[in-house]
C-alpha cells in the first residue's frame, strides 16, 4: 500500500503540486513524519508519526489533534458561553439515556479499595474549605452512609 506525502510540509509553505509529493510505503510514511517532528518539532508530524507506526489507533490519534490544534488558543466570552451550554446539554443527554450514571459507576467501581494519600486528602480538604453544603445533601450524605453500613454489616453477618 503506497501513501501520498508532501515532500516540503503545508506548514512550511509546501503545496499539493505534483513536484511536491512522492508516493511512500506507511512505514516509508511514518518514518518521514518521524524525522520531519524531530528537525520541526511540529505536532501534525507527532500525530502523523504516531498514527503511520501504530502506535496509536485512528480514534486516539483524531482527539490527539484536536486536542493539540485548540491547546493555548484564547477563547471569547462568547465562546466559553457556547462550550458551557453545550457540555450541559450533553450532560443532559447522558443523564437521559443513562449513559453518564453507567460512567460514574464504572469509575466508582474502579476507585473502590484504593487507598488515597495523605497528601491527596490534605489537597481535597483544602480545596474543600470554605464550601457550604445544604441541608438536602446532608440527609442524601446521611442516607447514603445508612445504606451503606447496612451493606457491611449484612455481608459480615451472612
Not at 96 to 122: P, Q, Y
Amino acid at each position: 500500500m503506497k501513501h501520498i506525502h508532501h515532500i516540503l510540509p503545508k506548514y512550511l509553505g509546501g503545496t499539493d503540486h505534483p513536484s511536491n509529493l512522492v508516493e511512500l510505503t506507511v512505514d516509508e510514511h511514518a518514518e518521514a513524519h518521524r524525522l520531519l517532528y524531530e528537525q520541526h518539532n511540529n505536532w501534525q508530524d507527532y500525530c502523523a508519526w504516531q498514527a503511520l507506526s501504530g502506535r496509536i489507533g485512528k480514534e486516539e490519534a483524531l482527539r490527539m489533534a484536536q486536542g493539540m490544534a485548540n491547546k493555548g488558543k484564547k477563547r471569547s466570552p462568547e465562546t466559553i458561553a457556547k462550550m458551557k451550554e453545550a457540555c450541559k446539554l450533553r450532560t443532559e443527554r447522558q443523564r437521559a439515556d443513562g449513559t453518564l450514571e453507567r460512567a460514574n459507576k464504572k469509575r466508582s467501581e474502579s476507585h473502590k479499595g484504593k487507598k488515597k494519600s495523605v497528601e491527596h486528602l490534605d489537597n481535597w480538604a483544602a480545596a474543600r474549605k470554605g464550601h457550604t453544603v445544604s441541608e438536602e445533601t446532608r440527609a442524601k450524605i446521611r442516607t447514603t452512609l445508612a445504606e451503606t453500613r447496612a451493606k457491611k454489616k449484612a455481608l459480615q453477618e451472612g
